[in-house]
């Protein structure tokens, strides 16, 4: 092993969102903070110019941003009677390497979960009656409220710039806002983004059926924005290359254009990319973290020593760590004992494609540019009727109209040929698509574990994942399918048709990189890996961050949630765990 | 940092008053010097942050002081000498008098002449008192043994003996004395930009020997290879006739105002020093420069018609690249991408600035005042020589803007001197085309 560097007070495994999030909060304190990044730098200039960054073949087909499955893989199968095989190309999801992580290559649709969507578990039983969860659905309570949660979400919201109206004002309704959210200490920072012609007939559309459409968040900001650190952001242009691109124009929330301008000249800040964290190292007890080992550059193998160790790593990978460090038991779906690996969940999702007479101007777009409904999300309606659990918002989105991948043609267009080449001609410009985005909930059978057969480039096991819809979902997403038709009918087009979620879950086309749970946060060590400050049951001077903590999913993209999280962890790390290090909660 | 005894303190402002009234140095000047703090050795840590010594006399990730940075002139290179108290490599044996007359006279200790890419022929107008504190703060900057490397000057200019005569020619020894007229707020902003801020180096013409033109004071230079330093006098087109004292003063402070952010070298005289001045000395530089005395104005332009068909080429190109932060209006988004209507720098006779920051990119100062450090990427590899002329001429023609054209020649030219470099980099350079090979291994 080559010599040990210096030690540091806190060491954070991964640098993207909440890496940035928690070393910007904690370096404020004077402590020593290490990031260690497995990809390589990035910024604006030069990794996401605007004179190369609309590349639509370089970065969305051929994966420019993206994990290299080469590299870093898992392996997949929707069921336990089947054979885990490594998944060797992206599809489903499109984790992010490098400074900012995902943060660099998301959309910007930025979201609060409901307050009831925290107490699902209880709020369920409450109102539906204990058999109406079915028996092998794991959902559970997640030991906070959406009350503790606010003002962190206003945190990431001023952070950020994000530009939407406000729905619910300390309990009073706004109009043009989202009237089922959960209420907030003030409005947005920035006005919502400027309409595209899509957006207003979904709009107009929605409201002719009685629903409450109302404009999107966005993490794209609709005006020049310098936020609370001081970083200067520009005004979006609506090129419509935001999601799996960078933005050159600092115009999309990201590490790197709300945080790293002020966090990287701290001086207790440093930052080590392409080095590959493997192991949390424990003392002789195994309840107490020294480091980390990492791979650097070199491929030689190093052992960080640190006092406060925080798994900022994606989603299911921080789980990953964990079975590979031995923190935690891991979560075994026969026996239903264990934590680590267990309520992995992800997002149902569908479309409706419209086609229309007039222009549409297409890619004219923004990330989170879109009109939306809430009235099927979350316990937002009465789900007795319909016997399934959860929901989702219906949304036009227009996020731009890139020619290789974003198009729709109607149903019974030509697949091929010189048909489908005029076909491709005629609906460009007169096309749109609605979306639905679904919850997901935490079943027995939806988990991560060691794969016994494939090994990574170090020689531990890749990842396991054991995913499937269930009957559920299925269900709840063609509920809102069939909603989201009715609006479609109502936008009067040419013609439309449904593209609903049917069958198991594939891995091979992209949905969303939407992957939650595997260190599942709770009020019992029983069901879950951290407790309500994201701090390790098993090992006090671990925490957890992302979308890995979530006990299950709910019907909203997750980033503000995973935000939110961040912040409040940071906050009681702050204030309780540096003062008096050792188990926050008792178990 | 070394405490004054109180003995030596009343000593140092006796002294310095003494010769304040002896040889006619401006009381003002010293007096709102001794302002800045007692502490003789951080009084002189702030006048090297004036003077920006730090800058030349420190290579790229070079040790702080030691010299060796490369000073490209129209003559050859030379390179800066080490500065720290090493006593066999650095000036660790000078006395304070040696470092007097090295500032004022452009001798340096052993009787040889220093060349002017050293700015003594702006040093020569900072008091002695000034020059005492500098020294004593360099005495206290860690000594690095690094010696000096060797000049690259072609003959006759390798001859140090050969300045003696551009002196003669060339050099105003003096101090700098008050103008009754003035109050003593614009007499500090004049010691501060005519002497240890050397303004003038870069931002006043010079002639084909490296002369400065006095006669043309701040009416634009040249601030190092393809770098135009715009005008800095009343001229609404090209100098700051158009803009406040406040937004001056922000523009040094923080390197941005609504009309313009810093580019190349002005971006680092923001970080490595304007950005460390008082609010009071950014506001009397500010205000000297609004209200210099008028010297002979420099012949506009001639108007040269851009003609249809190249404004047509440069207008769509302009639309393609450039409207994303600049807006098709040119006027940018205040404070965050430049203005290029009406801006100085894009209308500089010398169209180097415009060209260089097209070809290699540009990346604004980042202060902790204004932290974000907003970048232009490079076009060099995207577009070519008659393409860059073609959306230059535009930017300097459309809006009411007015500048000499520039052709595919000059461009490549400029091209030429700005090394492309195949890797991506990360202050701004020229950007590699995206096939090119990735640096995979960039820490």
Known sequence: MANPPKPVDVVLVGFGWTGSILAEQLTQTGLQVLALERGKFRDTVPDFATTQIQDELRYAVRDGLFQDTARDTLTFRNSMDQTALPMRHLGSFLPGVGVGGAGIHWNGQLWRFLPEDFVIRSHTEQRYGRSFIPADMTIQDWGISYAELEPHYDTFDYLCGISGTAGNIEGQIQPGGNPFEGPRQRGYPLPPLKRSYPTVLFD???????FKPFPCPAANTSAAYKNPLGVQMGPCTYCGYCEWFGCGNYSKASPQTTILPVLLKRKNFSLRTHCDVTRINLDSTGKRATGVTYVDAQGRQVEQPASLVICCAWAQHNALLLLHSKIGQPYDPKTNTGVVGRNYAYQITSAVDVFFDEIMNPFMGAGALGQAIDEFNGDNFDHAPFGFIGGGYIALWTTGGRPILQHQLPADAPKWGAGWKKAMADNYLKSASIATHGSVMSYRDSYLDLDPTYRDIYGDPLLRLTFDFHPNEIKMSSFLTDKAALIAQAMKPRSFHAIPRVGHYSIVPYQTTHNTGGCAMGANPKTSVVNKYLQSWDVSNVFVMGTSVFPQNAGYNPTGTVAAL??????????????SPGPLVQA | MNAMHPRRCTRTIARSIAWALLAGAPVAASIAAQGEGSNEVARGEYLVRIGDCEYCHTEPNGKPFAGGRAIATPFGVIYTANITPDPTTGIGQWTVQDFYTALHTGIRRGGGHLYPAFPYPWFTKVSRDDVEAIKAYLDTVAPVQQSNKPNKLPWPMSWRGSLFGWNLLFFDEGDYKDDATQSAQWNRGAYLVQGLAHCGACHTP?????????????????????????GLGSNIRDGVGGWSVAEIVEYLKTGANAKSASAGPMTDVVMNSTQYLSDTDLNAIALYLKNRPHGAHKTPPKTQDLGSAALARGQALFTDNCTACHNPDGRGVPKVFPPLTGSAAIQADNPGTVIHVVLAGSKMAAPASLPTGLSMPGFGWK?????????????????????????????????????????????????????????????
């Open chain 1, 204 to 210: 107009k559309a929605a409201k002719e059926i009685g």
């Open chain 2, 383 to 443: 577009l070519d020589d008659r393409e860059i002329a073609d959306v230059v001429n535009y930017a300097r023609h459309a809006w009411g803007n007015r500048a000499p054209l520039v052709d595919a020649d000059t461009v490549a030219a400029v091209r030429k001197d700005i090394e492309p470099s195949d890797r991506p980099s990360r202050d701004g350079t020229l950007t590699a085309h995206p096939d090119a090979p990735v640096n995979r291994g960039n820490p």
């Open chain 1, 566 to 579: 961040a912040y409040w962890s940071a906050d009681a790390i702050k204030n309780r765990y540096l003062k």
């Open chain 2, 206 to 230: 010079v002639n084909w020997l490296g002369g400065t033109k006095h006669s043309n004071a701040f009416q634009g230079g040249v601030a190092g290879l393809h770098w135009a330093a715009p």
